[in-house]
Antibody
């Protein structure tokens, strides 16, 4: 059974760095073809893809947010970590992590329940 | 970046009716790398369709996807009460992008 769960602070101040952790089970990021992405959704708005990390440690970032994002993995802990620097109120959103099986296509087949991050002083 | 435009923004229908949702891409989506997701309030998106027309595991056959190139459609043949939700299309051929969503509401 595949599950993913996001964790991190519910509130961050402007200019601070956000660190989110995705803890997953039911698959391994050391398995060829497995990937994990981060996606966010501001309240009442659409989904926005942020970043992806692959089984071979390749990393991909949203062009518009590339300078602020870092994605990493700890295969032994089944975790993926996303950091976003210089947080702003417009970054207030629910942040999701999701699994991708690259060789099956690249769509997000399993999602975490999401974690709401509010940026406010 | 491929921009996806969904229409209509809101679809007001009654249970039992047919829903047709459109997703248009600003450029051709390679290998039909187009997916559809359903999202209910307070929940994460759920994968419905991938590869433009393949149903994900456990998705009822009243949901169907079609299209290629730049024009894609999600059809719900007969709306059930649990189908009223927001639907998003997404392309995963290059840097992933999502449409802005279509809300299917009860008329």
């Amino acid at each position: 059974q595949v599950t993913l769960r996001e964790s991190g602070p519910a509130l961050v101040k402007p200019t601070q760095t956000l660190t989110l952790t995705c803890t997953f089970s039911g698959f391994s990021l050391s398995t060829s073809g497995m990937c994990v992405s981060w996606i966010r959704q501001p309240p009442g708005k659409a989904l926005e893809w942020l970043a992806r990390i692959d089984w071979d440690d390749d990393k991909y970032y949203s062009t518009s947010l590339k300078t602020r994002l870092t994605i990493s993995k700890d295969t032994s802990k089944n975790q993926v970590v996303l950091t976003m620097t210089n947080m702003d109120p417009v970054d207030t959103a629910t942040y999701y992590c999701a699994r991708i099986r690259r060789f099956a296509g690249g769509y997000f087949d399993y999602w975490g329940q999401g974690t709401l991050v509010t940026v406010s002083s | 970046e491929i921009v996806l435009t969904q229409s209509p923004g809101t679809l007001s229908l009654s249970p039992g009716e047919r829903a047709t949702l459109s997703c248009r891409a600003s450029q051709s989506v390679s290998s039909s790398y187009l997916a559809w997701y359903q999202q209910k309030p307070g929940q994460a998106p759920r994968l419905l369709i991938y590869g433009a027309s393949s149903r994900a595991t456990g998705i009822p056959d009243r949901f169907s996807g079609s299209g290629s190139g730049t024009d894609f459609t999600l059809t719900i043949s007969r709306l059930e009460p649990e189908d009223f939700a927001v639907y998003y299309c997404q392309q995963y051929g290059s840097s992933p992008t999502f449409g802005q969503g279509t809300k299917v509401e009860i008329k």
